[in-house]
């Protein structure tokens, strides 16, 4: 089946410094990955749709700013959070569209903790 | 716009109970609809799907029914083990190339 990877899957930074996540997929072509956010004990947030060679789309509420994402190649897409605090700590779950499936199925990277100090 | 509605948790079961977590969606058009398993500290792993009226999605003794005159797809499964314990997630994707909507999430916990 598809994998997809994401790095690191833990990070421990201080306030103010910029954390970047990798997601990748391994053996499929994603044009579309998709960038959440999940808080303990609840539901994963959408935070932004990642196109291969545009510019990301986000989600009401969510700074572009703050949440740069670049998705530079049909395997990889980056989020990097920047001037990070202790607010930004959370769960961040990538996703990958495999655009060969018809029925639209997306495969989950195993997710990057994030927490601020 | 789309939504999906899930029961609140969590579900306490022993082991060989049956399970039954239900899920309600709102949507323009034909959703495919899935459902998602997390484990503890884990990424969510895909556990069924179903993308037209009637279609059954089964994994695992896990089984949902997408019926679309009741827009549901409830998760069942007729003898839960201990490894069985995790969140599960009832989701949606709408028009082709869009994100996932997910429920809130259903926590389950089997005991022994």
């Known amino acids: 089946g598809a994998v997809v990877s994401q790095h690191p899957s833990r990070v421990i930074c201080k306030s103010g410094t910029s954390v970047k996540i990798e997601c990748r997929s391994l053996?499929?072509?994603?044009?579309?990955m998709f960038w959440y956010r999940q808080f303990p004990k609840q539901s994963l947030m959408l935070m932004a749709t990642?196109?291969?060679?545009?510019?990301?789309?986000?989600e009401q509420g969510v700074e572009k700013d703050k949440f740069l994402i670049n998705h530079a190649s049909l395997t990889l897409s980056t989020l990097t959070v920047t001037s990070a605090h202790p607010e930004d700590s959370s769960f961040y779950i990538c996703?990958?569209?495999?655009?060969?499936?018809?029925?639209?199925?997306?495969?989950f990277g195993p997710g990057t903790r994030l927490t601020v100090l | 716009g789309n939504s999906v509605t899930q029961m609140e948790g969590p579900v306490t079961l022993s082991e060989e109970a049956f399970l039954t977590i239900n899920c309600t969606y709102t949507?323009?058009?034909?959703?495919?609809l899935f459902w998602y398993v997390q484990y503890p500290g884990e990424g969510l792993q895909l556990l069924l799907k179903?993308?037209?009226?009637?279609d059954k999605g089964s994994n695992k003794g896990f089984e949902a029914t997408y019926r679309k005159e009741t827009t549901s797809f409830h998760l069942e499964k007729g003898s839960v083990q201990v490894s069985d314990s995790a969140v599960y997630f009832c989701?949606?994707?709408?028009?082709?190339?869009?994100?996932?909507?997910f429920g809130k999430g259903t926590t389950l916990s089997v005991s022994s």
């Open positions: 996703s990958a569209r495999d655009q060969e499936l018809a029925y639209n199925e997306q495969f």
């Open positions: 053996d499929f072509q994603a044009t579309t």
């Open positions: 990642s196109n291969e060679g545009s510019k990301a789309t986000y």
């Open positions: 949507a323009t058009g034909y959703p495919s």
């Open positions: 179903a993308t037209k009226a009637d």
């Open positions: 989701a949606l994707v709408g028009q082709a190339g869009t994100a996932l909507i």
